[in-house]
């Protein structure tokens, strides 16, 4: 299994997705590395498939679902809604069905929050 993380430099929320999926895989018993990978433009969020910050991606496909890049791939922030509440990265519930191959139904996107400014490196 391979997992990768995909954020923006100055996200807000990516070390919060990082200790979520981080708990995790430790409560299902996976030893699996993350892969933290830094998206610096958005040809590159384009060619990585980077649906917005923070982005959890198994064996290469999206946490949501491979239906999840339909949403459009963004070079900003990342909301996140399960059980009515929406926050800047994805609920244990949600990680846990992707890491068991079950993803969650897609209500993510990126948006143009004003929590975050990601801004291309020189």
């Known amino acids: 299994m391979r997992i ?3 954020y923006f430099d100055g996200c807000p929320s990516y070390e919060h997705a990082l200790r979520d ?3 995790a895989l430790a409560e299902t018993r996976l ?3 993350i892969e933290l990978v830094q998206v610096t433009s958005p040809e590159e969020a384009e060619r ?3 649906l917005g910050s923070p982005t959890i991606q198994v064996d290469g496909v999206d946490l949501e679902g491979p239906d999840a890049v339909n949403k ?3 070079f900003g922030c990342r909301v996140y809604q399960d059980g009515g509440q929406m926050r800047g990265w994805p609920s244990k519930t949600q990680i846990r069905a992707a890491l068991s191959g079950r993803p969650k139904t897609v209500t993510s996107a990126p948006t143009e929050h004003t929590c975050c400014h990601a801004r291309p490196s020189d």
């Open 4 to 6: 990768r993380l995909l």
């Open 48 to 50: 990585l498939g980077f």
């Open 31 to 33: 030893a699996v590395n």
């Open 21 to 23: 999926l981080r708990d």
């Open 72 to 74: 459009g791939v963004g």
